[in-house]
């Protein structure tokens, strides 16, 4: 294919996937105009559990216009553009600063000089850090150095869980990013896994941290409840709960949810399936939380005792034995390869000759065409795109380094995840892709 015509296919992909994608939001608009950034409310489509539709059409969309710039772009104007960027430091200030809170009791937007006297700092300042956001869809300039909340900024708000996951990434994730190198170089961290040794925690360690980031997570209350909600967060933006939709639970009747934090997943799977018994498993102090969200958000459930809490180090013991059904979701990314077979051992010894696992990760592919696996139940991108779906999948590939920031820890490939299940008992059944997420199903060898 010459370079003419592969860029006549992008603008061919660009197009039919935008169409996509409008078709979604007119689909589950009751009546709503699909979004633009000029929306100053949610649309419908946005929190809906299963946007598998619409995040497969978005996938296309963003990779084929990312790769047809990037072909068209001047080399220089391109990958600068990957280094000259602020927008996470900007969005920061937005969060910590609750400029969307404020903005939410004029909706018709407020000088900027009567915003910075709200929040505390100085007005030129924090007029280029908002038509910095604003240039790129968030927020609204709605007269020169007036600003308004859009549909894009209603995330910041301090109501907003996935604001809550923004933040770390923009206060905390970023810590580890800006010494990447060091940690790459200096012997003590250079070779080593372990999450101790993570960048995040070198960073930290001039304020005199020790531990691995969950215990800097725990040690302060407001954290702590920060990451609870950012984990729901992390959920919303995966649209973890399409799985409800895209896995056979009608033929389930036991499950244990291995990490079950305060019931994420599980709250919603027993509204959903009602005839599920249900069992959360996460260390004491979680599952203290866990018991007034259930109390709240299901406590029919409760009631009828289809849920029941067991305290579990999943680095020490195994789960419940026995179950249908053991669900990992966003678990094994935050550990090394050492850790994570340590797991996956514990919950194989819980498993009994009908039991399956799910793993519920960010499941990376290649980049390239002669190496990407045709692995059932995986999406591969139409030629000339990257088969991985380039920037259409760029969370999934930031994720990964969020994690080795973070924890040391990674998100994996099919193939990473049929060898740790290997070493430790497991065969791969399916692999069900959700667009952003995939579950990966494995049973006993």
């Known amino acids: 294919m010459s370079g003419e015509a592969q860029l006549e296919a992008l603008l061919e992909i660009i197009a039919t996937s935008a169409r996509q994608a409008i078709a979604e939001y007119k689909k589950h608009g009751n009546g709503v105009d699909v979004p633009t950034i000029q929306s100053v409310e949610f649309h419908p489509l946005d929190f809906k559990e299963d946007t598998v539709a619409l995040k497969r059409a978005v996938r296309s969309l963003e990779g084929a216009c990312q790769q047809l710039c990037a072909s068209l772009a001047p080399p220089q104007h391109t990958v600068v553009n990957f280094t000259h960027t602020y927008d996470w430091a900007c969005t920061g200030v937005a969060l910590r600063g609750r400029v969307a809170d404020v903005l939410g009791d004029h909706p018709k937007g407020l000088h900027v000089e009567q915003l910075a006297s709200i929040i505390g700092v100085e007005k030129g300042k924090l007029g280029r850090i908002l038509r910095s956001l604003a240039t790129k869809g968030c927020f609204t ?93 992390a959920g919303d933006l995966m649209g973890s709960l399409s799985v409800l939709h895209h896995y056979p639970w009608i033929e389930v009747k036991t499950i244990c949810d291995v990490g079950a934090s305060v019931g994420t997943f599980s709250v919603p799977l027993s509204k959903t399936f009602p005839h599920l018994k249900i069992t959360d498993q996460d260390l004491p102090e979680v599952l203290v939380q866990a018991k007034q969200v259930w109390a709240k958000e299901a406590p029919e459930a409760v009631e009828e005792n289809r849920i029941e809490f067991v305290p579990l180090n999943f680095l020490e013991e195994s789960p419940v034995k026995g179950k249908d059904i053991y669900y990992l979701r966003n678990i094994l990314h935050d550990w090394p390869d050492v850790e994570a077979a340590v797991i996956l051992r514990n919950v194989r010894d819980a498993m009994g000759p009908h039991s399956r696992l799910l793993i519920h990760d960010y499941v990376m592919a290649s980049a390239c065409r002669k190496t990407q696996e045709a692995v059932s139940g995986t999406d591969i991108a139409p030629e000339p795109m990257l088969p991985n779906f380039g920037a259409g999948n760029s969370r999934m590939y930031n994720q990964d380094l969020s994690m080795w920031f973070v924890h040391n820890g990674k998100e994996r490939t099919v193939k990473d995840l049929v060898a740790l299940g290997s070493a430790t008992g497991l065969r791969l059944v399916e692999v069900y892709d959700l667009v952003e997420s995939s579950v990966v199903e494995f049973r006993l060898l």
């Open 141 to 233: 300039e709605v007269d020169d150095n007036v600003f308004a909340n859009n549909r894009l900024s209603l995330i910041l708000k301090s109501t907003s869980n996935v604001g809550c996951l923004a933040k770390i990434y923009a206060q905390d994730t970023s810590q580890g990013a800006c010494v990447l190198y060091e940690t790459m170089t200096e012997p003590d961290y250079a070779w080593s896994h372990e999450s101790d040794k993570a960048p995040m925690i070198y960073a930290l360690r001039k304020q005199g941290i020790k531990g691995n980031f969950f215990d800097w997570m725990k040690a302060d209350d407001e954290r702590r409840e920060n990451y609870h909600r950012a984990m729901i967060g």
